[in-house]
């Protein structure tokens, strides 16, 4: 079955993260020009302020992090970056954190699960067909019409357990 099993985004702990970093800007940028947006001054610091960790980070902080920065701008113009790059899919909403993580591949499909480790804050993002088509099965069954299904699995990630 692991064929079936994509693993996006790998828990990993000591790397390069300037790679990470400098591959998500090239692809955010390759994103938003093959879809026709606009990757404006604003979104783009505020995808860098995600993906400067691996950890999600709330709406509050990256306004914070703008301001430290020397960047003063009025809080819903900082929401509605944050609005964009979610929409584009650069970035998720890990919505039992009430939080923000980057995407590794913007350009998957998207049917995709979040193991989040409690421990050190660090959020995985996995594409298994096998948990989608079960959710999609299930949804046909009840004729029910389901949206972006979220889940996000809480727990404590291999780096925490060594
Ligand atoms: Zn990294
Ligand atoms: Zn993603
Ligand atoms: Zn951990």
């Known amino acids: 079955m692991t064929d079936k099993k994509n693993v996006i985004s790998p828990f990993h702990g000591e790397h390069d993260h300037s790679h990470c970093e ?3 800007l090239e692809s955010a940028v390759a994103e938003c020009a093959k879809q026709g947006l606009r990757l404006t001054k604003i979104r783009r610091q ?3 302020i995600i993906w400067a960790q691996h950890n ?3 709406a509050y902080d990256v306004l914070q992090k703008l301001q ?3 960047h003063k701008p009025a809080p819903p113009t900082a929401y509605r970056a944050l609005d964009f790059l ?3 899919k650069l970035i998720h909403r890990v919505e039992s954190l009430n939080a923000y993580i980057g995407c590794p591949s913007p350009n998957a ?3 995709c699960q979040f193991y989040i480790c409690t421990d050190c804050g660090h959020v995985a ?3 298994n067909s096998a948990v989608s088509d079960a959710l999609a099965a299930g949804a046909t069954e009840l004729g029910f019409i389901s949206q972006q299904p979220v ?3 809480h727990g404590v990630c291999k780096n925490c357990l060594d």
């Open 22 to 24: 400098t591959q998500a």
């Open 46 to 48: 505020v995808l860098e």
């Open 56 to 58: 999600p980070i709330g």
């Open 68 to 70: 430290e920065a020397g």
């Open 86 to 88: 979610v929409s584009a």
């Open 109 to 111: 499909s998207h049917q």
């Open 125 to 127: 993002e996995v594409s």
């Open 151 to 153: 889940i996000e699995v």
